[in-house]
């Protein structure tokens, strides 16, 4: 079945140190997302990027960085975590024909101690 | 006034009833209208598209759209204990300067009692 895959499901990480989400995809979408996900505030898009050349900020970019590696591949990074950047992160992908239809990965529980 | 509100429940439906979930949003140029479903611990995954004023039916699941009044809905008939779950609406948000994506409601969550 194609599909969206996170890796690590879980992370548990000390302020301060630099952290990668990865998120794959063998859907062949064009576009790709991050959000986060917060109890109470729902879920917040991070960055999107709709191919390899094309890398936009979402509504709560600062503090993250990404890399489209490849269409198929998308990184998320925290520089420097802090604890406020504990939620659960989950990557999503969408098609250019239906670009708002986004289909979600398993999800990445980040926890910064 | 947030731009997708959800009643955010929980609300307590019997088996076997009609669940009603309810969402408006601020946007009037939106045109295309979500309904996601999302378990405990789990990912939000897509069950309901809507892009035109009516409803839309399929299976046990009816979203309707009201533009001009700025209300989208999902209803889901013979409820069952395995509906039981969070419910996201999302609308999507025109680019232009801004995100271009998928803007969420915080999500109802819906509890069907056997």
């Known amino acids: 079945d194609a599909d969206v895959t996170q890796t690590p499901r879980n992370r548990i990480t000390k302020t301060g140190k630099r952290i990668m989400l990865e998120c794959s995809q063998t859907?062949?979408?064009?576009?790709m997302y991050w959000y986060r996900q917060d109890p109470g505030l729902g879920l917040r898009l991070i960055y999107y990027?709709?191919?390899?050349?094309?890398?936009n900020k979402g509504e709560i970019s600062d503090g993250y960085s990404v890399s489209r590696q490849a269409q198929a591949k998308f990184s998320l990074s925290l520089e420097s975590a802090i604890p406020n950047q504990t939620a659960l992160y989950f990557c999503?992908?969408?098609?250019?024909?239906?670009?708002?239809?986004?289909?979600f990965g398993p999800g990445t529980r980040l926890t910064v101690t | 006034q947030k731009e997708v509100e959800q009643n955010s429940g929980p609300l307590s439906v019997p088996e076997g009833a009609i669940a009603s979930l309810n969402c408006t949003y601020s946007d009037r140029g939106s045109q295309s209208f979500f309904w996601y479903r999302q378990y405990s611990g789990k990912s939000p995954e897509l069950i309901m598209s809507?892009?035109?004023?009516g409803d839309k039916e399929d299976g046990r699941f009816t979203a309707q759209l009201n533009k001009a009044s700025q209300y989208v809905s999902l209803l889901i008939r013979d409820s069952q204990p395995s509906d039981s779950a969070t419910y996201l609406c999302a609308v999507n948000k025109r680019g232009g300067g801004g995100a271009d994506g998928l803007t969420f409601g915080k999500g109802t969550h819906l509890i069907i009692q056997p």
């Open positions: 990027s709709f191919d390899v050349k094309d890398i």
């Open positions: 809507i892009y035109s004023n």
């Open positions: 859907k062949g979408h064009d576009r």
């Open positions: 999503a992908t969408s098609d250019f024909g239906r670009p708002y239809e986004q289909y």
